[in-house]
């Protein structure tokens, strides 16, 4: 499965995104491993982020990893950074 959908930096918040994920901590990165995702991807044009997931069930590995206090504290870190909410994205075409 993939997903995708886009966030919005805060203004003036661009950098500090760029250099926390620069540093992502790794066990962020294990837990969602554990969870199953395989790939999330970042990607950033201005303040607009497209985020890209892929898992064999995405709505399991996300509930998985929302429970591990690791993403907890992650996810409180960038709520200075981030705008609230963010836009799913319907897949339209894929190629593999």
Excluded: C
Excluded at 27 to 37: F, K, N, Y
């Amino acid at each position: 499965m993939r997903a995708a959908y886009i966030l919005m930096v805060q203004p003036d918040k661009t950098e500090q995104y760029r250099r926390a994920h620069q540093e992502v901590w790794p066990e962020l990165i294990q837990a969602a491993s554990r969870a199953g995702i395989r790939n999330h991807s970042v990607f950033m044009h201005g303040r607009t982020l497209f985020v890209y997931v892929e898992a064999d069930d995405i709505e399991q590995a996300t509930r998985e990893l929302l429970a591990q206090p690791v993403k907890k504290r992650w996810d409180a870190y960038m709520s200075d950074l981030l705008e609230p909410g963010s836009v799913p994205l319907e897949e339209v075409f894929h190629m593999e």
